[in-house]
């Protein structure tokens, strides 16, 4: 992969028990050790929920948890797929062409290493080859799945990374988080990119400003003071095995769609995405909240309704909008889904410009040029947590009563929160999965006792200690890395 600065970084295989016991279980199964290895972190996302499939940017930060692939070339055409954890049932298979089956199971659920071959079809295709070395990669993952921390995202991009690896493929970090969003898309979920984004651009410790075409990732320093709080609800939601995702997806296209008709675009046609119809509106983001309570302020749309606003047949909105798993669908909510996403838009400019007025007032008065240093913002006022803090609260809101994407223990967690002044809100796409909490330092502690007490020993009826695994403070890690014996 070459040692440009924007690839993809290759460290010496560090010695650790987790590496050393991946090792092991390696040489278990294939009889040799593995060559190298590839690192990819899950994430947390601060603010901008369900916006960047919109085209608007988000926030978020990597975990230190993720999944670390350990790998070995081979000269025959085949993938031998093995996991640490035996809930993931092993599989070989062949790799002639570029043809790579990702059928889901009989539920319409996908098996675990559809999510690896999602990665390697996107790595095949870009490299456009019908000759293929082979891999035996061995997966430890320590992401909570289906919770909402992109452990989807850290698989596919790591089968990505270590079959380009494997090939001998060149590719910078922003390129390969675009054909790794691109491929994580065969598994049947119109996602919008964040999740690979922060995977390969993240920064150990800020969180990113992620904005989409082009990608690029900003460094926003977070306040020294604050801790970022994971706590996980219990409940997990596998988002390529309902409806519910893309049918969110596919409601933002048909509101942008009929705004950019009813508003006489001429170039309605070419619409696809709130954002885009922002930029060709030349609008800002309360005009375009305006025009969505003037141009779609049903509750309720029925395919027939949208099919005589747009003035198309069913088959066409079907072909340009929908996606095979929401064909079906016969009704839609349009108001409440583009007014999510464009307030959702405008607290994360909001959080940001918090963010870096903190900085600058704070370097100003130090004659400093990055606050401590360290990449945080040496804060000490409450005021930047509160006013941070309230942004993250409406996010909650919002996605609960206006995107509907909420869960009842979710809900729950927020409000046991709010009760101690901490601010939450649910983080990835939720319908379950964790909340993320904005909390100071010093309240670190007792905040996750109380969670441990209300949530999960009193609500949930876990005992104590076994909550020690849901609840976690964490700091922005660093993105994806390869490792090897140099
Ligand atoms: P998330 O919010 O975690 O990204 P998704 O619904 O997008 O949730 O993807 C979760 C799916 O990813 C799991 O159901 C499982 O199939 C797969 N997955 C996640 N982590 C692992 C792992 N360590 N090993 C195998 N498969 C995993
Ligand atoms: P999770 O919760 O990790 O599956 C999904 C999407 C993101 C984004 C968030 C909601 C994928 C791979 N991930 O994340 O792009 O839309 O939901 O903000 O589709
Ligand atoms: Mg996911």
């Avoid at 991009?157 to 380009?164: D, K, T």
């Avoid at 994971?230 to 596998?238: G, K, P, T, Y």
């Avoid at 048909?254 to 954002?275: Q, V, Y």
């Avoid at 030349?282 to 099919?307: A, D, G």
Wanted: proline share 3%.
């Amino acid at each position: 992969m070459g040692d440009n600065v924007n690839n993809v970084p290759i460290l010496d295989i560090p010695v650790n028990k987790r590496i050393l016991k991946l090792s092991e279980q390696f040489y278990n199964d294939f009889g040799c050790k593995p060559s190298y290895y590839v690192r990819v972190p899950g994430r947390v996302n601060i603010i901008g929920e369900h916006i960047d499939y919109c085209g608007y940017p988000v926030l978020p930060m990597a975990l230190e948890q993720d999944i670390l692939m350990a790998a070995n070339i081979i000269d025959e055409p085949i993938l031998y797929l093995r996991n640490a954890d035996n809930k993931y049932k092993s599989v070989d298979i062949k790799i002639n062409t570029q043809e790579v089956d990702i059928t889901p199971d009989l539920n319409g659920k996908p098996y675990w290493y559809n999510y690896i071959l999602c990665g390697i079809k996107g790595a095949m295709e870009h490299l456009n080859s019908n000759e293929w070395k082979g891999l035996q990669l061995y997966v430890d993952g320590n992401i909570p799945p289906a919770s909402g921390l992109s452990s989807s995202s850290a698989l596919v991009s790591a089968a990505c990374l270590a079959f380009l690896y494997a090939q001998n493929g060149t590719l910078d970090k922003t390129e390969i988080a675009s054909l790794c969003a691109k491929s994580e898309r065969y598994i049947g979920t119109q996602g919008g990119g964040m999740d690979q984004a922060i995977a390969f651009l993240a920064k150990k410790y800020s969180a990113q400003y992620i904005t989409f075409q082009p990608l690029n990732a900003a460094p926003v320093a977070l306040p020294e003071d604050a801790a970022f709080v994971v706590a996980h609800s219990l409940a997990e939601a596998n988002k390529a095995a309902t409806n519910d995702f893309n049918r969110r997806v596919i409601e933002c296209r048909l509101a942008a769609k009929i705004i950019a008709k009813l508003s006489g675009l001429t170039c309605e046609g070419k619409i696809l995405t709130l954002s885009q119809l922002q930029r060709n509106l030349n609008n800002n983001l309360e005009e375009m909240i305006e025009l969505v309570l003037k141009y779609i302020p049903q509750e309720i749309y029925t395919k027939k309704e949208i099919c005589d606003i747009l003035n198309m047949k069913e088959a066409e909105i079907d072909q340009i909008f929908l996606t095979s798993n929401t064909k079906h669908l016969t009704e839609f909510k349009l108001k409440q889904r583009a007014l999510h996403v464009y307030q959702e838009a405008q607290r994360v400019e909001e959080f940001r410009k918090i963010c870096s007025q903190s900085e600058l007032s704070h370097n100003t008065m130090n004659g400093a040029t990055n606050g401590s240093g360290n990449g945080y913002l040496n804060s000490n006022n409450s005021d930047l947590l509160l006013a941070l803090g309230k942004l993250m609260s409406e996010s909650h809101e919002s996605l609960k009563t206006l995107y509907e994407c909420s869960h009842e223990n979710l809900d729950h967690l927020v409000n046991i929160s709010q009760k101690f002044d901490i601010n939450s809100r649910l983080t990835g796409a939720g319908w379950g999965g964790c909340i993320v909490a904005l909390c100071p330092k010093e309240k670190v502690e007792q905040y996750i006792e109380l969670l441990k007490d209300e949530f999960y020993v009193k609500y949930c009826k876990l005992d104590k200690k076994s909550a020690d695994s849901y609840v976690f403070a964490t700091t922005p890690n660093h993105g994806a890395l390869i490792y090897k014996n140099l």
